[in-house]
């Protein structure tokens, strides 16, 4: 969390999405990246809602690279 709410800390990471009995099904790594917004809000409705931007260097989506190519 503190991460999120320090907009000059660049930082390596990943989110999984996990099924309760299959394990991970999906799985974005980022490399250098900034927080750029994080929100949460909760609905009566809906639950609890969570919202994270963020700004990588590098991003890898079930295994295929996408590079900004920051200079």
């Not at 295994?63 to 920051?70: A, I, L, Q, T």
């Amino acid at each position: 969390y503190g991460w999120a709410v320090k907009p000059w800390v660049k930082k390596n990471g990943a989110v999984l999405f996990k099924t309760g009995t299959s394990g991970v099904i999906f799985e974005v790594a980022f490399m250098n990246a900034y927080c750029i917004r994080l929100h949460r809000s909760i609905s009566f409705g809906q639950g609890l809602s969570t919202t994270l931007t963020i700004s990588p260097e590098t991003l890898t989506v079930q295994g295929v690279d996408f590079d900004n190519r920051w200079v």
